[in-house]
């Protein structure tokens, strides 16, 4: 079964540290990738995305993804953290074709220390 | 736009009992998709509708079950309730452009 790797469970960083997250999938074949934010007590908002062309998307607040097909990857960066930017960060794969199957990861927390 | 509405927001059950929740999607979405979101877990996908028929369809039970209306308004169902139901139960809606938008979800406890 196809599924979604995010490496890391939780992330400590200070403010204006920067920030990588890493996402990997298991699908060889076409995929739209995403990344997902949840605030704490707020739903589940679309960082960015990623259809084709462009394999760097950015995205919302700062944030940009990378697409690296040969790796099956598809981390998230941001140069510098902010405190608000405290939050779940999901990554998702929908295989192109499927029918609304968003395939998440377990989510990384990410705390941002002021 | 007004985003996608869920409700309740919260629902308290007990074993055995059944549970409607209730999903309206963003104007102009025809799809709609669930999704059960458990610490354990994480999220994952139960079913998807699109024009009030069911595209496709997670590994869950089939105690869990949806439908979809004519002005794409979603209602998911869960009969004899268990323990482990209890979860966040999140309605997605998208447009031909696949980018789903996320309400705030159902709390589901299950006593």
């Known amino acids: 079964a196809q599924s979604v790797s995010q490496h890391n469970h939780h992330v400590i960083l200070s403010e204006a540290a920067s920030l990588e997250l890493g996402c990997n999938y298991s699908?060889?074949?076409?995929?739209?990738l995403f990344w997902y934010v949840q605030y704490p007590g707020q739903h589940l908002q679309l960082l960015l995305k990623?259809?084709?062309?462009?394999?760097l998307v950015k995205g919302i607040k700062g944030f940009e993804a990378e697409f690296i097909k040969s790796k099956f990857s598809f981390n998230l960066r941001k140069p510098s953290v902010q405190w608000s930017d405290t939050a779940e960060y999901f990554c998702?794969?929908?295989?192109?074709?499927?029918?609304?199957?968003?395939?998440f990861g377990k989510g990384t927390k990410l705390s941002v220390k002021p | 736009k007004a985003g996608v509405t869920q409700t309740p927001r919260y629902l308290i059950k007990t074993r055995g009992q059944q549970v409607t929740l209730s999903c309206s999607p963003i104007s102009g979405h025809r799809s709609v998709s669930w999704y059960q979101q458990t610490p354990g877990q994480g999220l994952q996908f139960l079913f998807e509708y699109f024009s009030e028929t069911q595209r496709n369809k997670g590994n869950f039970p089939g105690r869990f079950s949806g439908r979809q209306f004519s002005n794409s308004r979603s209602e998911m169902n869960v009969s004899t309730l268990e323990l482990g139901d209890s979860a966040l139960y999140l309605c997605?809606?998208?447009?031909?452009?696949?980018?789903?938008?996320f309400g705030p979800g159902t709390r589901l406890t299950v006593l």
């Open positions: 990623y259809f084709s062309g462009d394999p």
């Open positions: 997605a809606s998208s447009s031909v452009y696949n980018e789903q938008f």
């Open positions: 998702a794969v929908k295989i192109r074709g499927s029918q609304g199957n968003l395939i």
């Open positions: 699908y060889g074949g076409t995929v739209n």
